[in-house]
Structures are given as structure tokens and as C-alpha cells.
């Protein structure tokens, strides 16, 4: 593992843009809308950006410190810099479990690209004839039967899996920091223009006033764990975060970046709502707390019901949605791919070519299996579950929360202070007066939190 020849962002603004994207991803519109719809919105959303404050950044900091410390892929990071010690559990876990996730979370960005192009194609449009001759629930069935399908899905995963392979094979730089660089300043700017138009519907008050009035707001223990869920599931934590953070370069600032791409995540995460909730809230009978059908049952009946009687608007905030939520969904999945392939890589000694065959298709056979699980194929299950809702169980219930609570006593209690400061101050370089308050939130308040989270998950 010769860590002077890896590949590396080689611009600040490819760094930001790269980090950004691994975290911003179908958590950010899908989840968060629903998860804020179930708990009260504006309750919701002042409870997360506490949470991503005494949570969510000092854990992006700890991922970034370890990773440009070692400068390995995450597998290998604890080793490096723990040799002889247990805590290459962590990394190993966090590799493992992010390639795991990819196998199904890629069968949901097909979902993404088949509804993307069911939007481009125009047919979206033909349920919504459908749908005004009273076939009200043309959407379930739309989209139970594609998910039930033996081929349809399959054949988008295959497609999500080849744009993917085809990214990573051309690096670091070449391949990942410059798709960020196209892709996500194209989503912010989709999405800005999706608000501004959200802003005129009818319903446009009634959802600004569910997501941003405070003083109705009504917290209880049920909105905050929701919100520390959300805020481990968006930022990526626990996911291999280190492996990104390996290719930050020496002058790249750890703390500006986290709070950057925080800032970020949230930020979509924000005007995705002021997207949903004036679409939902200008439709009869819609409501916010819808679940996680949203996005491809209840919002193309908003959309076709709110712009059914102007075709060509309809087609154009339809493929808009889908754009932008594929988007967000291509740039995380890279990531996830990404931190296996670095470690197929390293760990074998191969090239990148030959580890991403490798990754892309073991996944896609796994996700193949994963997504027949749900159709034909649906006596394969676990638990009483089908694989993909036992695999997203497993690993955001159990997983994840022991790897982003590894990464926290990692740095709070096993790497030397001066280590970490020496990072986050780019060898004194740069100030950092929160050094004592970070520390103490990574021994402590964070570990207390994860803890109570992984409780209430399996209560």
C-alpha cells in the first residue's frame, strides 16, 4: 500500500464537491422529507440542525482525520495507525458494510434512472390521463408492478452499476472529482429552480409553514432520535469516510470541509422540502406523512394533480424531480463503490480496472438477487424479510452505528491529541480553538448518543 502514489483531489473545490456528493444522496430528499413529514417538520428540522451540530460535525471531522492520517483506504486506516491492535475491526466493518449497502442501494438508483426516464419518455404522463378517469391508484400499482417485475429492475441496476464502473475505472481525479464537479452544482441548480417555482402553488404557505414555523413546533423524544437517525444516514457516517478523506491533500483544510459539506447536505436536504411540501400541501388530500413511498407513488400523483391541465410544465417538474433525485442518488452509490474498490485494490495489489470488475459484478449479482427478492423470487427471505429490507435493516440499525461509534472513540480516546490537532491545524498552519469541546463530545456525548439510537432501533 504505497500511499505517495494513490490517486488524490487535486483541487479544493473537487475535494468539497466530492465529499459533498458521498453524503448528499436519496437520504437527503427521499428520506428526509419523509422523515420530516412524519415528525412534525419545522420540530423536525430544529431539532436536526442541533444534532448536526454536537453530532453529526464532530463526527465528520473524526472520519476526515483518521482518513488523511493514514492515507489508506478505511480497511487498512486503523491498522496503520493502530498496529498490532483491534480497532482494524472498524475499518474492515466500514468497508464491508459500505460495499453491502451499495448492493442494494444500487437497485434503488435504478428505481431513480427507470423513473427518470418514464418522466423523459412521456408515460408519466399517460398514467395521469389514467389518473383523471379515475384510476386514483394507478401509482401504487405502476410502481408495484415494475418493482415485482423480473426484468425491468434488473436491467436499470445493470445500467446504474455501468455508469458507475465507468466513472471509478478512470480514478480519483479523472473519474470522481470532476463527475462531482459537473454533477453537483447541476443539482443545486435544478433544485434552486424547483423551489422558486414550488414557491407559487397554492399550498406554497401551508408547507413553509410546516417545515420552518418553530414556534408550533412540538418536540419530543420520538423527533429526536428520528433526527439523529437521519443526521447519521445523510452525513454517510460510518460508510467509509475515511477512504475519501485519504485523497484530501495536505493543504485542505478538515474542518472548513466538514462543515462545508454539512452545510451542504443540509442545504439539499432544506430546499428539497420547500420542493415537496408546497407540492403536497397544493393537492387535496395529500399529506406530509406520507412514507417512503413518496417519491414514487404519492409525488407523481401531486405532480400530474397540481399540473395535469399544462403537459408541458408537468413534463418538465417531473423529470426535473427525478434528474435531481438521480443525481443525489449516483453521487453517493459512487462513493460507495468507491471505498470497495480502493480496498479490493490495496488490499489484493491489483488495479483499479480489475478491482471495479470485481465490485461491479459481484454487486451486481447480489443486488440482482436482492431486487427478485421483492418479485419473483420472493421466497428468499430473512427474518420475514426480503434482502433488501433485511440488508437496509442490518446495517443502519447494527453496523453503522458500531462503526460511527468506532470512529469516535478512535479518535477521542485512541489516537494522541497531538495527532489529531496536528490535523485539524494542518501542522499549526491554521487555528482550531474547539480542539477541548470536540474531544469531549467524541468521548462522551456522541458515544451516549449512538448508544440510546442503536436502543431505540431495536426497541
Known sequence: MDSENRGAFVSRIGCLLAAAGSAIGLGNIWRFSTQAGQNGGSAFLLVYLLIILVFGLPLLISEFVIGRRARVNVAHAYTRLAPGSKWYIVGYASSIVAYVIFCYYAVIVGWVLFYLWKSVSGDLMHLS???????????KEH???????????????????????????????????????????????????????????????DGYRFLFDFRGASVDAGVCLSALGQCFYSFSIGMGLVTYASYFTRDANLVKTAVSVAFLDTLVAVVAGM?????????????????A????????AVFNSAFGSQPVLCWLVQTSFYFILFVAAITSAMFLYEVATAFISERQGISRKKAAIIISVSSFVIGSVSSLSMGTWDFIKIMDMNLIDFIDAATSK????????????????????????????????????????????????????????MVYNFL
Open 143 to 205: 410502481f408495484v408492478s415494475f418493482i415485482k417485475d423480473p426484468w425491468q429492475p434488473v436491467f436499470f441496476l445493470f445500467l446504474t452499476v455501468a455508469i458507475i464502473h465507468l466513472v471509478i475505472v478512470y480514478g480519483v481525479e479523472k473519474g470522481i472529482e470532476r463527475t462531482s464537479k459537473y454533477l453537483v452544482p447541476t443539482l443545486f441548480i435544478i433544485m434552486v429552480i424547483m423551489a422558486v417555482a414550488a414557491a407559487f402553488m397554492p399550498g406554497a404557505a
Open 275 to 291: 420542493i415537496i411540501f408546497p407540492a403536497v400541501f397544493s393537492v387535496e388530500g395529500s399529506s406530509p406523512q406520507e412514507g
Open 293 to 300: 413511498g413518496m417519491v414514487f407513488i404519492s409525488l407523481p
Open 398 to 453: 447494527v453496523v453503522l452505528p458500531l462503526t460511527g461509534l468506532g470512529a469516535a472513540l478512535f479518535v477521542g480516546w485512541r489516537m494522541k491529541q497531538a495527532d489529531v490537532l496536528d490535523e485539524v491545524t494542518n501542522g499549526g498552519m491554521l487555528k482550531f480553538a474547539l480542539m477541548t469541546p470536540m474531544i469531549i463530545l467524541l468521548r462522551y456525548i456522541v458515544p451516549l448518543l449512538i448508544i440510546t439510537l
Open 129 to 139: 390521463e389514467l389518473f383523471h378517469s379515475g384510476g386514483g391508484s394507478v401509482y
